[in-house]
């Protein structure tokens, strides 16, 4: 459980300037800690030695606000464009739990999570915020 709480406390830090945590993030963090708590396995290794669904699920809150940052002030990206990609992959992943959560395989699973992150890329824009 410390493990999880540094984890994030040092993702998060520097992050004060970051676009706050989207529709991306937030579906993958409750679908991640619900699946967690239902008796499913992290897949993610960065994440899985956690142990606790909600740590868990807060850790990948904070790697991902922590990955908008570095893209932004590192990578050259605007913050919009760092935001929409960050918050892109974040829908796909929540498309996946979602699917898998409903019993799909993964290669289904992951068609569902490239349909969702496909999805939201469109309706948000993300073209746009990346030219």
Not at 43 to 60: C, E, Q, V
Not at 66 to 86: F, N, P, R, T
Not at 95 to 107: D, E, M, Y
């Amino acid at each position: 459980m410390l493990i999880g709480a540094a984890l994030a406390t040092i993702t998060l830090t520097g992050c004060a300037t970051t676009r706050a945590p989207g529709l991306g993030t937030a579906l993958d963090a409750a679908t991640t800690a619900y699946a967690l708590d239902h008796g499913y396995s992290e897949a993610n290794p960065l994440l899985s030695s956690i142990g606790d669904p909600y740590l868990t699920a807060l850790a990948a809150v904070g790697v991902k606000q922590g990955i908008k940052y570095s893209l932004h002030e590192y990578g050259g990206l605007s913050e919009d464009c760092a935001h929409y990609g960050v918050e892109t992959a974040g829908m796909a992943a929540g498309g996946w739990n979602l699917a898998v959560l409903a019993g799909a395989a993964t290669g289904p699973g992951l068609i569902v999570g490239l349909l969702f992150g496909t999805g939201y890329w469109m309706w948000a824009d993300g073209e746009e915020a990346c030219r």
